[in-house]
Each structure stands twice: as structure tokens, then as C-alpha cells.
């Protein structure tokens, strides 16, 4: 099997039906959807984003960030401080800003962490996200553990945010641009030689290309595509604090990738989605024999992505290649 069939680089025919199907549904949901699922939904897709830029580094470049909320709270912040208290700001410059500003972070805590390896890696992460948590969290001139209210959605000009059914396109448009863009990059040069240092970094290096350079560009992107989706969560819910941050939002999206499978994008849109729907079945488990089972959804979840991991290691993508493949075979 070849290296991008066996890490589902290369999605099959079937899986890819799927995925348009799934964007059917998405766009004619708002006309059968409630306001109140709408919002889900559009959550869902903003999650999506998050965890298809944290995709590129862990998927696709193979560095496993435990500090990507970092980027995705720094974009929401920007929202807030660029946002007057009596009136909406531009989308059209805020959101280039936001993406920017975390993009900008990312190339500067990058060019750290980049220089290590391994599990070096991972820890360094967590700690410069936690010291952004921090400096946020202790500090009221930045909101403090209280967080900032957004009050307006951002000004599209004609198309009013405000609008629940327009700001879930906004975002539908978004999650589809994003997908679209990541594809193109994962068969792009660029993208070939961030899946040559997933397999094997010594030989590229060997071979003439400067690992860290790459490294550090896959890094920044993917904190400016955090930006992205911090920037829409701002702007959706109206409101940010430093939990944007918080080491378990960056695990929850480590766990989507997971869920979903890495490498290819379409298993962080599917893992994003499952998640969240899990999540919900989770918390409104009712009581049993006293126990209120929802209290505890934390403990169901982890059970959930173990069992995942266990028997399904390639994600739910890896499960729907196995099952057409069997269905393919038998009907030869």
C-alpha cells in the first residue's frame, strides 16, 4: 500500500460522495433547522476549521501541538479589543487583522518550538500556550478570567451577520474555502515535502530541504487558520475569556483529528462534527438509579475515544474506507 493510501491521504470515491452529500445537507439545513440548531451547526463548522488547522501540523507535518488554542483565543481577543462597545466594526479589515495577529503569534512562538523535537515539542507548546493563558487570565486590562463581551457581530456591509441563517453561509463558505485551500496544499510541493518530514525528516534534509524552514511555515499557517475559526467563534457567541486558550480546548481538537482521522481534512470536518455530537448525546444522558449519568458525559467521552483508538485507529474515515472496501470486494 502506498504511503498516501495507508495514511487516507487519498480519499476513495465513496468517501468522497459522502462528503458532498454531508455539504448538501449543510447547505439546505437553515431551511429545515431550527435558530437554535442553526447555531449549533454553525459551531460544529467553526470547530471544523480549528481542527483542520491543527490537521496540517499533526496530520500532515506530523508535529503534535498541545497548544493550538492559543492561536484560535488570540483571533477572538482581537475581535474584542478592535470592536467598539457602541457599534459593529468591519468585517473586511478585522477579520485579515485577527488572522494576522494570530498567524503572527504563531510565527514567533514557532520559531522556538520548531527547534525541538518529540515529546520537547509537545511540552513546549503547552507551555507557551499556558503562558498566553496566563497573561491573559491575570490581567484585567485584558479582561482578566471574566473574558470580553463582543456586543455587535462584524459589519459585512450587505450581508448582515446579524442574521442567523447569513452568518451560518458566512461560516459554511469559510469551512469550504478552508477545505478546499488545505487539499490543494496537501498535493502541492509544499505539501509533499511536509508529509516527506512526517515520514521520515533525516532523509529530506539529506536530500536538500531545510526541515525547520518548512516546519515553521506549516506552524504559522496553522496558527493563522486557528485565528480563523477563533475569530467566527468570537463573533458568533459574543463573548471570549482565556478557557479559549485553556489546554482542554486544545485537546478536544487533538481528539477530533482523532476521531475523525488525520492527514486528509475530511477527517477533521467529520471528527469536529462527531465530537460535538457526542458531546451533546453525552451531557443529556438522564439519571439512572440516582446517578445522573449527564453530570459525568467527561468520563463517557474518554471511554468513547479509547474504544476509538483501540478499534478504529484510523478514525471513522478509516472505518468507511474498510467497509466499501469489503463492499467492493464482494461484489466482485
Given at each position: 500500500?502506498?504511503?498516501?493510501?495507508?495514511?487516507?491521504?487519498?480519499?476513495?470515491?465513496?468517501?468522497?460522495?459522502?462528503?458532498?452529500?454531508?455539504?448538501?445537507?449543510?447547505?439546505?439545513?437553515?431551511?429545515?433547522?431550527?435558530?437554535?440548531?442553526?447555531?449549533?451547526?454553525?459551531?460544529?463548522?467553526?470547530?471544523?476549521?480549528?481542527?483542520?488547522?491543527?490537521?496540517?501540523?499533526?496530520?500532515?507535518?506530523?508535529?503534535?501541538?498541545?497548544?493550538?488554542?492559543?492561536?484560535?483565543?488570540?483571533?477572538?481577543?482581537?475581535?474584542?479589543?478592535?470592536?467598539?462597545?457602541?457599534?459593529?466594526?468591519?468585517?473586511?479589515?478585522?477579520?485579515?487583522?485577527?488572522?494576522?495577529?494570530?498567524?503572527?503569534?504563531?510565527?514567533?512562538?514557532?520559531?522556538?518550538?520548531?527547534?525541538?523535537?518529540?515529546?520537547?515539542?509537545?511540552?513546549?507548546?503547552?507551555?507557551?500556550?499556558?503562558?498566553?493563558?496566563?497573561?491573559?487570565?491575570?490581567?484585567?486590562?485584558?479582561?482578566?478570567?471574566?473574558?470580553?463581551?463582543?456586543?455587535?457581530?462584524?459589519?459585512?456591509?450587505?450581508?448582515?451577520?446579524?442574521?442567523?441563517?447569513?452568518?451560518?453561509?458566512?461560516?459554511?463558505?469559510?469551512?469550504?474555502?478552508?477545505?478546499?485551500?488545505?487539499?490543494?496544499?496537501?498535493?502541492?510541493?509544499?505539501?509533499?515535502?511536509?508529509?516527506?518530514?512526517?515520514?521520515?525528516?533525516?532523509?529530506?534534509?539529506?536530500?536538500?530541504?531545510?526541515?525547520?524552514?518548512?516546519?515553521?511555515?506549516?506552524?504559522?499557517?496553522?496558527?493563522?487558520?486557528?485565528?480563523?475559526?477563533?475569530?467566527?467563534?468570537?463573533?458568533?457567541?459574543?463573548f471570549v475569556n482565556p478557557e479559549l486558550m485553556g489546554f482542554h480546548?486544545?485537546?478536544?481538537?487533538?481528539?477530533?483529528?482523532?476521531?475523525?482521522?488525520?492527514?486528509?481534512?475530511?477527517?477533521?470536518?467529520?471528527?469536529?462534527?462527531?465530537?460535538?455530537?457526542?458531546?451533546?448525546?453525552?451531557?443529556?444522558?438522564?439519571?439512572?438509579?440516582?446517578?445522573?449519568?449527564?453530570?459525568?458525559?467527561?468520563?463517557?467521552?474518554?471511554?468513547?475515544?479509547?474504544?476509538?483508538?483501540?478499534?478504529?485507529?484510523?478514525?471513522?474515515?478509516?472505518?468507511?474506507?474498510?467497509?466499501?472496501?469489503?463492499?467492493?470486494?464482494?461484489?466482485?
Amino acid at each position: 500500500m502506498s504511503a498516501p493510501q495507508s495514511h487516507l491521504e487519498t480519499l476513495p470515491r465513496s468517501i468522497q460522495i459522502v462528503m458532498l452529500l454531508g455539504f448538501i445537507a449543510l447547505a439546505a439545513f437553515p431551511f429545515v433547522g431550527s435558530e437554535f440548531y442553526q447555531q449549533m451547526v454553525a459551531r460544529m463548522m467553526i470547530l471544523a476549521i480549528f481542527a483542520m488547522s491543527l490537521d496540517l501540523l499533526q496530520g500532515v507535518t506530523g508535529l503534535v501541538s498541545l497548544g493550538h488554542a492559543a492561536y484560535f483565543g488570540i483571533a477572538g481577543y482581537t475581535l474584542a479589543f478592535l470592536t467598539p462597545q457602541g457599534e459593529p466594526v468591519s468585517l473586511w479589515w478585522t477579520l485579515p487583522v485577527a488572522v494576522l495577529v494570530s498567524g503572527a503569534a504563531a510565527l514567533v512562538i514557532g520559531f522556538f518550538v520548531v527547534r525541538t523535537k518529540g515529546i520537547y515539542f509537545i511540552m513546549v507548546t503547552m507551555a507557551f500556550a499556558q503562558m498566553v493563558f496566563f497573561l491573559f487570565f491575570d490581567n484585567k486590562s485584558l479582561g482578566g478570567s471574566d473574558g470580553i463581551y463582543i456586543n455587535f457581530k462584524p459589519d459585512a456591509g450587505i450581508f448582515d451577520l446579524e442574521n442567523k441563517a447569513v452568518f451560518y453561509y458566512f461560516t459554511l463558505f469559510c469551512l469550504v474555502a478552508v477545505y478546499l485551500f488545505l487539499r490543494r496544499l496537501l498535493w502541492s510541493p509544499f505539501g509533499r515535502t511536509l508529509a516527506g518530514i512526517r515520514v521520515n525528516e533525516h532523509r529530506m534534509r539529506a536530500v536538500g530541504f531545510g526541515s525547520f524552514s518548512y516546519k515553521l511555515t506549516a506552524f504559522t499557517l496553522a496558527g493563522a487558520l486557528a485565528g480563523l475559526a477563533g475569530y467566527l467563534w468570537g463573533a458568533q457567541t459574543g463573548f471570549v475569556n482565556p478557557e479559549l486558550m485553556g489546554f482542554h480546548k486544545s485537546a478536544h481538537v487533538i481528539m477530533m483529528i482523532i476521531l475523525g482521522g488525520m492527514g486528509n481534512f475530511a477527517g477533521a470536518i467529520v471528527g469536529a462534527f462527531a465530537f460535538e455530537f457526542m458531546l451533546e448525546l453525552f451531557k443529556d444522558l438522564p439519571a439512572v438509579a440516582g446517578i445522573n449519568l449527564g453530570k459525568h458525559w467527561q468520563l463517557w467521552m474518554g471511554l468513547f475515544i479509547v474504544l476509538v483508538i483501540c478499534f478504529a485507529p484510523r478514525g471513522i474515515l478509516g472505518v468507511l474506507q474498510k467497509l466499501t472496501h469489503r463492499k467492493g470486494a464482494g461484489d466482485e
